[in-house]
């Protein structure tokens, strides 16, 4: 039958008219690059949203604006001390190994202290000690946290300020994945200076949550601008028409778009969780569900025109989107909790 | 004042309403990545155009492709044959130093034997035969052509033929960056077998010429696929929504608008040449006009709202686009003649 | 007081009188780096001790010597599985990261069904598997194995069969990181092609067994050895008075002096371990014991002259070398065995 | 016939008995890598002799001591200015692209300024200013310069003040490839202070003046001492026998048999020099020699037993080393002479 009610991602959903409308506005020719008007705008936006100076810049993936930003405070020889299930190590392909030159993603599991796939200082701490100093080893040049996190866990602020301390402390960068930050920030309360307090640079995500093609890599400390945007052009992630994808970043920013989305992803995530019981694997903050679901009750769901992932042999993973029809969550819901 | 009439670069245009309206179409959500169904139709596509099988993957610059179907060709430890003004040599930050971990250009003059920043097997030959085998100097792994070369010229057939030759013999994949491909492919007749006449591996340039984000990397080893595959997601570069790059790539394929397109800016370039006489610098084939001015008479042009790069001290490149109006083309042309 | 009893590691032992007097006989000039007569005979000596045609390249470190092996077969998107606990992962600074420009190391547990640090085909598998073909997952390209294990045990011929069947089967190299390569063969009978059996390279150390500073890289597929040679001088490894690397290894492979200081070391191990009793953690196959110790227990040995690492919190680590007194792996033996 | 006087390089010369003496004096085990109480002395040493604070650490080839010099200072997004002669560029396999990520060198050729292969701040600027703040172009991040340089020219303390005063103006890195660091110093008038004026970094050669296997990167920011270490563990050139490369540079430093050596090869060019009249291409002030000589001279030359290295079709290249005989320099000037 037609897959009718999606869960699979959000990564594929649709643009927002919004969205379209900003392109093409921007259609108009303009200076090749970034030396449009529209990209023009992007750091003092952020340094707005964020309430501390920042640069920002396009780029077409997350996967380029985790490793450019990574880039800033990471050398070949260094690590990046990542949670075993981040994003960075196991999807995106090898790729912080090839922007980074061969420096070491060094995982952190949950039995180093955090949950839900997030870190926690004592964890790297057990991680990086033993090591230190050590020339035969790989050392730690900075943390890599992913807000919401691979199980849809945010970082409060308090977390936020004790890594921050942990990572100053040890010489170390802190990095933020958002990815899905925009629904993390939703859940914490709508702020984005919380929700990145004390991060170095943050990857923030609007692909998922109704752009096309445009992430934006945020550097909170202004002076690594120039290296990332060397390191943007050398990986060919410079397009010569960056006015369409500011115009895409803006059009987010506008009115607290990208708020608006993902509370609405938001909310269908957890009127689904509403019917999960204790069949939830994490606690349900942002727009993702784990929820324990043997074959036959997968198969059940699937008969019914969800679609959606299998996480591993006992389980599914549910994702809204900005675009996800209420009725198809409600009805997503109402179904697992009759089986 | 402002500037009404630009000739800048290419690289800013609109993009074409055929291409948006196939944006627009491509909207409703499918697989993500290059899963969805209009990706699926570019090998075939291709194929149908060059007349051999053949691979084809969509990315987001010039810059990406190029580096991309090198990688195919090339290892950490080789080199790259290309012209001493090359595109990958002088204007992409470096970018082929990373995707190929270091591999190195090695560049040959036109004193080696071509004109207008074309290579020839003679002017390749006297480049490495001297070090042939020596393990102190970087060995060719590939030669890299621009189809127009960089000062708007073409390789014919027979050309190609010859280079196809040499670098098998020589045992060296043969790749042609074809930023403005259709430029040329259309001054040769507007067959794009016979442009991509034995090339190994084609960048092959939408944007300058009507696209908005998508170049296509078209491998003539289609084995090679995967491997471009995989090095296209570890470069950040696999996009989740890649169904908008797709759309774009067919749209220009479709009813031959890309030799459409690429037409009507090679004739504006014709009609601002007959008033260039032996300003010129090199015959005008594709859409670049290299032409010698001095300063006052680039002073007198720019007074008149033309707008252009300098070339040196003593000349300017004017280029023309799919967009670039007759009448701003006729004006140019009879500016230059009458200065 | 002085540290009279030495168990820490070979790494630091002496170098051999032959080979001293190998080096010697090499002072007189001939070709700088490997085209001396020495450097030329390599290749033949090699091929006749592993009975099949390889080439060989010395180097100055088993790391270079693993890393430019495993370059040969792995490409910088591609991975290598190895142990958790392999000298590549733990040990060597992230110079497989360096040389695999970026390459992943994929680690396999003994939980996947090996014992002592050794990989079995069902581990590699349950690892590699669930991500074939999944472009966003690094691929694996290798597999790399220790010969002897990094906790001292062999690989027998027929374990090796079934890695090489495995390896083959998957389309993946098999390197051997053969640091005490000399330890197992000695173990398992004397015969060097049994010891490697079915591997597609090998860093065959001798530094740790007598030499001062080379250890070779052996290719069974002698048409690797172009490109390990290229990636060689690349590295800066390849010295231009190769002639005294030469000299050592000839002087090693000489009447089995390899075999013979191997023989010496794993006796010298085999009488510790007669000591040890149930404290050992695994069996002692080749040169080195792992042993449940107190902190107490530590004290009171390290109180008698013997000089060892911690292993862990709850016990050591000794090694014994080509010239380890015999007195005093008896006089160890005895002083466990009496804790 | 027999090659009985070879002036073909140094780089294959015997090493010195001083320095198999300090070799064979530093058997007994220590602590291995460069843990040993050799290595810890360079760091002294090398300060004294330039009479500013350094680190020092060995290593086996120029080729490696050049690379992780400039590591220090380049980023992989960076270029390094050297000449388009430079050793760095033609002969070292393309090691910098690898040890440097792909950074780019940037040729500069002696039309812009110096003579014999020398750099100047006026021919620098002329490359690199142009290009300035342009992100589609590598930006510089160090200057390489040789001392002596390709041709066997020195640089003078005042020419080194300018380079310094002029990298220091750029924010630019400036490293001396010192292959023949002993023999400018030697011409110079003896201070290694002098010779290596205003440097940040020296690859301090050694073997082609006596030693086996050891040269010295020595870092006058001793604070890059650290970045440096990490780099070497990962390139495989960490030895974990280091104490024999330390003992070789201990010697060669021990009443100044460095520049004793050097002293000798300069007289041996020198006295080759007096036959050669206007024959010579470039002045002879340390210890290469590049002589117009026609094919025929050049037989007559080798028939006499001379051994050497043809230069392009017109010339030759003779070198003299620490073990040159007076009668064969004697012999080879008069030969010349009577040509």
């Given at each position: 039958m037609t897959v009718t009610r999606p869960f699979l991602s959000d990564n594929a959903a649709r643009v927002h008219p919004k969205v379209w409308e900003a392109m093409r506005a921007a259609d108009s020719a303009d200076n090749p690059y970034d030396g449009d008007a529209l990209s023009a705008q992007l750091d003092e936006r952020f340094s707005d949203l964020f309430g501390r100076e920042c640069a920002a810049l396009w780029v077409a993936t997350g996967t380029a604006a985790n490793c450019l930003a990574l880039a800033t405070m990471v050398q070949p020889h260094g690590g990046v001390v990542c949670h075993t299930e981040a994003h960075i190590e196991v999807d995106e392909g090898g790729a912080p190994g090839f922007y980074l030159h061969g420096a070491k993603l060094m995982l952190c599991a949950d039995s180093h202290g955090g949950e839900g796939a997030k870190l926690t200082p004592e964890g790297i701490a057990a991680l990086i000690d033993p090591i230190?100093?050590?020339?035969h080893q790989v050392q730690p040049h900075a943390i890599a946290i992913t807000q919401a996190s691979e199980y849809g866990r945010s970082y409060t602020k308090t977390e936020l300020q004790a890594l921050n301390a942990f990572a100053k402390e040890r010489g170390l960068g802190l990095h933020m994945d958002g990815a899905r930050f925009a629904n993390a920030a939703a859940f914490l309360g709508g702020s984005a200076a919380d929700a990145a307090h004390g991060v170095d640079s943050l990857a923030f995500g609007f692909i998922k949550n109704g752009a096309m093609s445009a992430e934006a890599v945020v550097l909170f400390d202004p002076e690594q601008a120039s290296l990332a945007k060397y390191r943007r052009k050398r990986a060919g992630h410079l397009q010569c028409k960056g006015r369409y994808l500011a115009a895409q970043i803006l059009a987010m920013l506008e009115g607290d778009l990208w708020l608006e989305n993902a509370a609405h992803a938001n909310a269908a995530a957890r009127e689904i969780a509403s019917g999960c019981g204790d069949r939830l694997m994490h606690p349900v903050e942002a727009n993702e569900l784990f929820v324990c679901l043997s074959g036959a009750d997968r198969e059940a769901l699937r008969a019914q025109g969800f679609a959606f992932y299998d996480w591993g042999a006992d389980a599914a993973r549910f994702v809204t989107a900005w675009d996800t029809r209420e009725d198809h969550a409600s009805a997503l819901g109402k179904a697992i909790a009759s089986l």
């Open positions: 230190r100093d050590d020339v």
